[in-house]
T-cell receptor
Framework: GAGVSQSPRYKVAKRGQDVALRCDPISGHVSLFWYQQALGQGPEFLTYFQNEAQLDKSGLPSDRFFAERPEGSVSTLKIQRTQQEDSAVYLCASNRFSGHTIYFGEGSWLTVV | DQQVKQNSPSLSVQEGRISILNCDYT??????FLWYKKYPAEGPTFLISISSIKDKNEDGRFTVFLNKSAKHLSLHIVPSQPGDSAVYFCAASVAGSNYKLTFGKGTLLTVNP
């Protein structure tokens, strides 16, 4: 596709439920990023992949958060045992290799009730 | 600790006038700065950037100014148009970790016809 595609766009989860958020980056983009944006805040870095290698996961808030990109294209962010504080927009982004300008998807809006 | 600060949550200007959005940072290791624009229910889109070796970068109606000694940057939009109404995020990265952007909280710009 032309841009970064994310699904689902909207997800309501009951507290304690596991969720999986999918990201399909721009074709040919080697680098993939996940950011979390809470209400009224700017995006915050979660993790970074170069191809299938997860080079930085320092932003993942807890061990309940897990990201993978097994074939170096599509990525999944998984949140186990969701908590209310996990409610946020989860933004996926990609760029061609490295460098500063990254291109964001529309985000997956997660609400934990 | 907010390393990138956008102290004005909102700004309102008249169509045709100049919009000036401000951003301050505290981390002297930041060497690249970007502005992203975000419409409701969409992901942030890249607008313009500047390296720390420059003090100005211009792209059409958009100009970013960087004052390293003051740790301050600003985005000027001239002339402002109603379609510019959006949330503007300032972001910065550190040399060697240019994949990891640190964002401010954003400024909501409203351009009135």
């Amino acid at each position: 596709g032309a841009g970064v595609s994310q699904s689902p766009r909207y997800k309501v989860a009951k507290r304690g439920q596991d969720v999986a958020l999918r990201c399909d980056p721009i074709s040919g983009h080697v680098s993939l990023f996940w950011y979390q944006q809470a209400l009224g805040q700017g995006p915050e870095f979660l993790t970074y992949f170069q191809n299938e290698a997860q080079l930085d996961k320092s932003g993942l808030p807890s061990d309940r958060f897990f990201a993978e990109r097994p074939e170096g294209s599509v990525s999944t962010l998984k949140i186990q045992r969701t908590q209310q504080e996990d409610s946020a927009v989860y933004l996926c982004a990609s760029n061609r290799f490295s460098g500063h300008t990254i291109y964001f998807g529309e985000g997956s809006w997660l609400t934990v009730v | 600790d907010q390393q990138v600060k956008q102290n004005s949550p909102s700004l309102s200007v008249q169509e045709g006038r100049i919009s000036i959005l401000n951003c301050d940072y505290t981390n002297s290791m930041f060497d690249y700065f970007l502005w992203y624009k975000k419409y409701p229910a969409e992901g942030p889109t890249f607008l313009i950037s500047i390296s720390s070796i420059k003090d100005k970068n211009e792209d059409g109606r958009f100009t970013v100014f960087l004052n390293k000694s003051a740790k301050h940057l600003s985005l000027h939009i001239v002339p402002s148009q109603p379609g510019d109404s959006a949330v503007y995020f300032c972001a910065a990265s550190v040399a060697g970790s240019n994949y990891k952007l640190t964002f401010g909280k954003g400024t909501l710009l409203t351009v009135n016809p």
